[in-house]
């Protein structure tokens, strides 16, 4: 899916303009973050501008408004990859062990082939650069459990 936004430069929207040679008009529903204005370019809009939007004009009180087009898609690439367990114990009646993520730059989920079935547990999870280190960051909590296969 992809979803376009604009960065506009000053005031709010309002595109009722009365240039009569203007095909479509939408009025557009800004919104605000940090001092500059955000707009989603929906469906509609899509299939009357051209494929890279150089046709869109957005106005205010009968003026044009300069702005900033940015295009933003998601990614719904997944590539898995092995990690390598590190230091695995039992440390006050809690499985602990480290994962190696080097080579790993970028990650939102973790799946743990384990052994182990029919269980339910609670987790913590922690982070660092260095498994050294002494002040790790917490990074969440969350349920670990079996499914059937």
């Not at 204005?37 to 939007?53: F, G």
């Not at 799946?111 to 050294?132: M, Q, S, T, Y």
């Amino acid at each position: 899916m992809m979803r376009t936004t604009f960065g506009l430069l000053t005031g709010f929207l309002a595109a009722s303009s009365s240039i009569s040679y203007f095909n479509y008009q939408r009025q557009l529903q800004a919104i605000n973050f940090s001092g500059q204005r955000y707009a989603v370019v929906d469906e509609t809009i899509w299939q009357h501008a051209l494929p890279d939007l150089d046709d869109l004009r957005i106005y205010s009180a009968e003026k044009e408004i300069a702005y900033r087009l940015t295009i933003e898609q998601g990614n719904s690439e997944t590539e898995q990859k092995q990690c390598r367990v590190l230091q695995p114990g039992t440390v006050g009646g809690n499985t602990q062990f480290l994962l190696d993520m080097s080579g790993v730059p970028e990650y939102n989920r973790i799946d743990l082939k384990l052994g182990i079935k029919n269980f339910v547990a609670h987790a913590r999870v922690e982070g660092d650069d260095d498994p050294h280190g002494t002040k790790w960051a917490a990074l969440g909590t969350t349920t670990l459990y079996t499914t059937n296969p």
